[in-house]
């Protein structure tokens, strides 16, 4: 794959995290009844970030947990070349009954992941409702998804790849267009 073009860098992705917090205290009406999980694994560092951010707007914290959607995907065969799946497993630190579920992940393309997340929130127990934050939103919907809360929409073709960085993982904070060569 051949980097096209960066277009987020880490300012950028500091600016899109701050006003999607805005946006989640906004239309919450602040963060009572509140929980971001965090879909594995880039999902997480987003949604611990977006916590911060809300925390230091706010004055109080937003509980955060995680979801390991690796049993609820309909792609499993082809993700792993024994066909046994990496689990990891799912946190939540608080009873999501009744609770305004915020899940965050890092790009919404086919709508596929955030299904399966749903999935396994709904195995976990009942919120009262799921809003969706995600950093990218790159189109090419597969499923009748929306995201809630988007930090940058990005128009790609079905041969770019849109690679997020992060530091926790990667050292770096960006999000960038890859050509399939």
Do not use: W
Request: charged share 30%; hydrophobic share 40%; glycine share 6%.
């Amino acid at each position: 794959m051949k980097e096209k073009a960066i277009v987020l860098d880490e300012q950028a992705i500091r600016r899109a995290l701050t006003r999607i917090a805005h946006e989640i205290i906004e239309r919450n009406k602040g963060i009572e009844n509140c929980l971001l999980v965090g879909i594995k694994t880039r999902g997480i560092y987003l949604a611990n970030r977006l916590a911060e951010r809300i925390k230091q707007i706010e004055g109080n914290p937003i509980p955060v947990g995680e979801v390991d959607i690796t049993l609820y995907r309909d792609d499993l065969t082809m993700k792993t070349p024994n066909n046994e799946p990496l689990i990891y497993g799912s946190d939540i630190p608080v009873d999501i009954k009744e609770q305004s579920v915020i899940l965050v992940d890092d790009v919404l393309y086919t709508g596929r992941t955030v299904r399966a997340a749903m999935d396994a929130i709904m195995d976990i127990g009942r919120p009262s409702q799921v809003q969706l934050a995600v950093l990218v939103d790159r189109g090419h919907r597969e499923l009748p998804i929306r995201a809630d809360f988007v930090g940058k929409s990005i128009p790609t073709s079905s041969s770019e790849v849109i690679v997020v960085e992060l530091s926790e993982v990667d050292d770096i904070d960006q999000v960038s267009i890859h050509e399939n060569e």
